[in-house]
């Protein structure tokens, strides 16, 4: 008896960390993210610099810079590691590393759209 239930907690913890269960970065196309953001609780941000941002931004998209998106999020203090955060950029390459810092700092739900132009037109 004492070597199933061993065997159980065995099978137990491996699935746990099978790479399935584990968070990851999922890139998505202009359709799904207007589908993720039907979730009210759902974020849009743009992490391009506040210039560029001012210049012109997806709607209801909020602007904090790629290489100060956790520490921002953080002050926040509410924003739940299950929240849906879909990230953009101009060409892909800063909501990639955006993407990327909020999965290391325990963010569940990451979705890139990369670059703005993917919404546009």
Do not use: W
């Not at 520490?71 to 739940?80: A, F, K, N, P, R």
Request: glycine letters at 6%; aromatic letters at 6%; proline letters at 1%.
């Amino acid at each position: 008896m004492k070597k199933i239930v061993l065997f159980l907690v065995i099978l137990l913890v491996l699935c746990g960390c099978s790479k399935e269960n584990m968070a990851k970065v999922e890139d998505v196309t202009c359709n799904e993210e207007k589908e993720i953001l039907k979730d009210s609780t759902a974020m849009l941000i743009d992490v391009r610099s506040k210039e560029e941002f001012d210049e012109g931004h997806l709607k209801n998209a909020i602007n904090i810079a790629y290489d100060q998106i956790v520490s921002v999020l953080d002050t926040y203090g509410t924003i739940d590691f299950n929240t849906p955060i879909v990230v953009y950029c101009k060409s892909g390459a800063r909501s990639s590393a955006a993407a990327e810092a909020l999965l290391k700092a325990g963010y569940k739900k990451i979705y890139n759209l990369g670059a703005m132009s993917n919404c546009e037109g």
